[in-house]
């Protein structure tokens, strides 16, 4: 009996251990199971995280092409309103009307006539043709009326001659 009960109690002190063991044993089991799975999550992560980085690098050259297409339409567009001939006539400085005594003038050589000061082109006169003024402006002279056989005739439109195609006639 003496022996049965030691042979208990030393049963009994092994017996904790068997079990603490077998836990250990477990534990570790599950540790590498656990190992195993984090390895296979870290695995499909970096895939993951791969794909992603090489979706935005796509993502990124597409943005910049289109950035690149889109300055160069805006550029285009800038052009083409450049190009674009401006419908408004253009504005001068207003220039000042200078007055002095009638005088009779005359083309000392073959002479375009213009309708105002932007040289909008009306005629052209030819070298000697006769002609008065008392207004100028700048360049111009204004034909307030022209000689016609001998006749002087009353300028109607406004008519204008530039200064360096003329000589003033002296009194005969």
């Given at each position: 009996?003496?022996?049965?009960?030691?042979?208990?109690?030393?049963?009994?002190?092994?017996?904790?251990?068997?079990?603490?063991?077998?836990?250990?044993?477990?534990?570790?089991?599950?540790?590498?199971?656990?190992?195993?799975?984090?390895?296979?999550?870290?695995?499909?992560?970096?895939?993951?995280?791969?794909y992603l980085e090489n979706k935005l690098k796509m993502a990124t050259n597409t943005l910049k092409?289109?950035?690149?297409?889109?300055?160069?339409?805006?550029?285009?567009?800038?052009?083409?309103?450049?190009?674009?001939?401006?419908?408004?006539?253009?504005?001068?400085?207003?220039?000042?009307?200078?007055?002095?005594?009638?005088?009779?003038?005359?083309?000392?050589?073959?002479?375009?006539?213009?309708?105002?000061?932007?040289?909008?082109?009306?005629?052209?006169?030819?070298?000697?043709?006769?002609?008065?003024?008392?207004?100028?402006?700048?360049?111009?002279?204004?034909?307030?009326?022209?000689?016609?056989?001998?006749?002087?005739?009353?300028?109607?439109?406004?008519?204008?001659?530039?200064?360096?195609?003329?000589?003033?006639?002296?009194?005969?």
């Open positions: 009996m003496k022996v049965i009960l030691l042979l208990f109690f030393v049963c009994s002190l092994y017996g904790d251990e068997i079990q603490r063991i077998d836990a250990i044993v477990s534990d570790i089991q599950q540790l590498r199971i656990d190992y195993n799975q984090s390895q296979n999550d870290l695995k499909s992560a970096q895939k993951r995280v791969k092409t289109k950035e690149n297409e889109s300055y160069k339409y805006k550029e285009k567009k800038i052009n083409n309103l450049n190009i674009q001939r401006n419908k408004f006539p253009k504005l001068k400085m207003r220039t000042k009307l200078i007055f002095f005594k009638a005088s009779a003038f005359r083309l000392k050589k073959d002479a375009f006539i213009y309708a105002d000061l932007n040289n909008k082109k009306l005629y052209k006169w030819e070298k000697g043709t006769s002609f008065t003024s008392n207004q100028k402006v700048q360049n111009y002279i204004k034909i307030t009326g022209y000689f016609k056989n001998k006749i002087w005739v009353h300028a109607n439109l406004p008519l204008w001659v530039k200064i360096t195609d003329v000589i003033k006639r002296e009194k005969e």
